[in-house]
């Protein structure tokens, strides 16, 4: 069955400190594939995501992501962290057919100290 | 550009009785979602529709859950009768097009429900 796997469920960093969420996906057939942020009471924003073309993929409040074929990932980074990118972050995939939903993994909670 | 707009943002009920919540996409989208957000887990698509039809309710549970989207608009998610594994936030999300898998969905606020 297709999937998506979100290593790690919380993630802490230091202020300033490379941020580096893991997502990968379980299909033959590379998807199309989205980071999307949740604040604490709000709906889900989209970060960035990867359709076809470049593999490093360059998203909102600078953060970027990488589709690794080979690897069947697509990790999110961000070079240095800022205490506002505290948050829940959903990696999320959708296979390259017309009306199929999202899939999301379970989430990352990453934590930015001071 | 207005977002999405969910209500009411938080619900408390008892087990066994009804709620409703309500979503008003953003407007010229054609294509809205509902999704069930347990805690500790990501959404979980329930319902899709494409204007007033629906593409995808395989994993709605009928007994219980029903939606309707009246005039192709606005949108009502109704939980009857609620049981305690219930308990969720409930996203609506709209995007312009069905056809372009690569369209962007876009999330509102969610409705927090918790069934006592």
């Known amino acids: 069955a297709q999937s998506v796997t979100q290593l790690g469920s919380h993630v802490s960093v230091s202020e300033g400190a490379l941020v580096l969420l893991r997502c990968n996906y379980s299909s033959s057939v590379p998807p199309y594939l989205f980071w999307y942020v949740q604040y604490p009471n709000q709906g889900l924003q989209l970060l960035l995501k990867?359709?076809?073309?470049?593999?490093l993929v360059k998203g909102i409040n600078g953060f970027e992501a990488e589709f690794k074929k080979s690897e069947t990932s697509f990790h999110l980074t961000k070079p240095s962290a800022h205490m506002s990118d505290a948050a829940e972050y959903f990696c999320?995939?959708?296979?390259?057919?017309?009306?199929?939903?999202?899939?999301f993994g379970k989430g990352t909670t990453l934590s930015v100290s001071s | 550009e207005a977002g999405v707009a969910q209500s009411p943002r938080y619900k408390i009920i008892e087990k066994r009785q009804s709620v409703a919540f309500w979503c008003n996409p953003i407007s010229g989208h054609a294509t809205l979602y509902w999704y069930q957000q347990i805690l500790g887990q990501g959404p979980k698509l329930l319902i899709q529709?494409?204007?007033?039809?629906?593409?995808?309710d395989s994993q709605l549970p009928k007994d219980r859950f029903s939606a309707e989207r009246l005039k192709g608009v606005d949108s009502t998610l109704k939980i009857q009768p609620a049981k305690l594994e219930d308990s969720a936030v409930y996203l609506c999300a709209s995007s312009l097009l069905l056809g372009a898998v690569v369209d962007t969905q876009y999330f509102g606020p969610g409705t927090r429900l918790t069934v006592l």
């Open positions: 990867y359709t076809t073309g470049a593999t």
């Open positions: 529709f494409q204007n007033n039809g629906v593409v995808d």
């Open positions: 999320a995939v959708r296979w390259n057919q017309a009306g199929t939903a999202l899939i």
